[in-house]
């Protein structure tokens, strides 16, 4: 039996299905109000939040509902490790658990369970024997568990839904840099430049493997994928790298997306990412999300400089933390770009535990003020 989700927000008012709305906005095309969606929580908002804790809301598909968004589901294959590294604990170092995660890598975290960036110590991948060994015996493309259940999909999803549906084109280099680690993916690069080709050639061809499944069976309304490999100064790697190495990928996975109708195609990348974004462009990948607005700039100004971005987020949480004023002057900002088309606002990363509950509920209330037209 599901769990009974009592709202405390009515949907906002409107004309057209969610998947409609979606669709025409992310088109540039007239809608009766924006899309109303936001990118999730941190743990410990399930934790410290009261109006959470008094609600029994403890995960984000309770939040949305909670919170009466506006629905969308994604589609998502294995196109990723199979099977994993077993996680297990190794030792511990003080208020440290040294762990082994999923990907293979040596890590410490609180032994509290705060949630917190792990500090990575090393890698199962240093040397190309090291990849050809874990290729082997982690990356088949023949391993089982990438076959997909197109009818049971097709049966959740059927195209007479109301809501907008994705298919996810995982990643290039996000996860390799996850593997790898900040400085692995750094010295691949410098040291191994064959072998981190060939990572993310087998990226793409997992990717590939997963669309070949589904594409042309599941109606589909956009792509995602996962792509966070800039930090607060651009990049890891040089955008040149990006342009001769990367994306050649993300052409050939664009053309299959484009020659099933899917033009809605966003990447996950943190970060200041305007070195990056002419290449995503021309490459396919034609919105942000959940674009963090502190590493980078004000959204408007990219949607200024190019007119046919799109982005999903992008209002700065730490006005979210400021209080009343100052979100109330930034969502003010964001008016005309999303009267533009193109653009879903929603906090730019998951919502943390510094933003109260009040606030949130004030930026609830102001994002239907000034976008829930109708």
Request: proline share 8%.
């Amino acid at each position: 039996m599901s769990k009974e989700i009592t709202p405390i927000r009515k949907p906002w008012k409107g004309e057209l299905t969610p998947r409609e709305r979606f669709i025409r906005q992310m088109r540039f095309q007239p809608v009766d109000r924006s899309f109303n969606m936001e990118f999730g929580y941190w743990e410990e908002n399930y934790t410290q939040w009261d109006i959470f804790t008094k609600n029994g809301i403890a995960k984000e598909w309770e939040a949305n509902i909670f919170f009466g968004f506006d629905p969308i589901a994604g589609v998502y294959g294995n196109a990723w490790m199979d099977p994993p590294f077993p996680q297990k604990e190794i030792g511990r170092k003080g208020n440290k658990i040294i762990i082994q995660n999923w990907d293979g890598l040596t890590a410490e975290v609180a032994d509290d369970g705060h949630s917190t960036i792990p500090h990575y110590t090393d890698s199962a991948i240093k040397t190309p024997d090291d990849w050809l060994k874990v290729k082997k015996e982690r990356f088949s493309l023949q391993s089982p568990n990438r076959i997909m259940d197109v009818e049971n999909i097709i049966a959740a999803h059927p195209s007479s839904r109301d809501y907008p549906l994705g298919i996810d084109c995982g990643s290039m280099i996000g996860r390799i840099r996850d593997m790898l680690t900040f400085e692995g993916v750094c010295y691949a690069w410098a040291d191994y430049p064959e072998m981190l080709e060939d990572m993310i050639e087998t990226c793409c061809q997992l990717v590939e493997n997963v669309l070949d499944q589904v594409l042309g069976k599941v109606e589909f309304d956009y792509a995602s994928g996962w792509e966070d490999i800039c930090f607060n100064y651009g990049p890891i790697l040089p955008p040149s790298y990006f342009e001769e190495v990367v994306a050649p990928r993300y052409r050939r996975i664009c053309k299959k997306l484009q020659k099933h109708g899917i033009d809605i195609w966003y990447t996950d990348c943190d970060g200041d990412v305007r070195p990056l974004l002419p290449i995503f462009l021309e490459s396919g990948i034609n919105c942000l999300f959940p674009y963090e607005v502190n590493s980078c700039t004000h959204p408007g100004e990219l949607m200024d400089q190019y007119p046919n971005l799109r982005i999903m987020g992008g209002v700065d949480k730490m006005q979210l933390i400021a209080g009343p004023d100052a979100i109330q002057s930034y969502l003010e900002s964001l008016v005309p770009y999303v009267k533009r088309g193109g653009f879903i606002p929603f906090c730019d990363h998951r919502c943390p535990p510094d933003v109260t509950p009040e606030n949130y509920l004030y930026y609830l209330d102001m994002k239907e003020k000034l976008f829930g037209m109708v």
